[in-house]
């Protein structure tokens, strides 16, 4: 597993957009699949979208057509561009080189995840 760490969240208002990066400051990330997640207080974490090895994007339902994931290989960095965010969208947003598809037991092995970049959406 190639350590990563997440920044880019914020304030913003709903309909705005973010963009999240996960970026590795050793190894390349060109390889190696790459998944966010997200966690809002007093709720369960949820798979938001994945990028695999041969680059096959998967995204949640709750996300389909409003955010975008991609991988600069040059930079060592994956993107979630988020857009249309709602205030359901607000949660703690955590990235590792796990499995794409994303599965339940990677998303809650604790050890696998960063500290996360917090994403607000309000008004």
């Known amino acids: 597993q190639v350590q990563v760490v997440e920044s880019g969240g914020g304030l913003v208002q709903p309909g705005g957009s973010l963009r999240l990066s996960c970026a590795s400051s050793?190894?390349?990330?060109?390889?190696?699949?790459v998944a966010w997640i997200r966690q809002a207080p007093g709720k369960e974490r949820e798979g938001v979208s994945c990028?695999?090895?041969?680059?096959?994007?998967y995204y949640a339902d709750s996300v389909k057509g409003r955010f975008t994931i991609s991988r600069d290989s040059a930079k060592n960095t994956v993107y979630l561009e988020m857009n249309s965010l709602k205030p359901e969208d607000t949660a703690s947003y955590y990235c590792?080189?796990?499995?794409?598809?994303?599965?339940?037991?990677?998303?809650?092995?604790?050890?696998?995840w960063g500290q996360g970049t917090q994403v607000t959406v309000s008004s």
């Open positions: 590792a080189t796990v499995d794409c598809p994303l599965h339940e037991a990677s998303i809650y092995d604790y050890s696998k």
């Open positions: 990028i695999s090895s041969t680059d096959g994007r």
């Open positions: 050793g190894s390349t990330l060109e390889h190696y699949a």
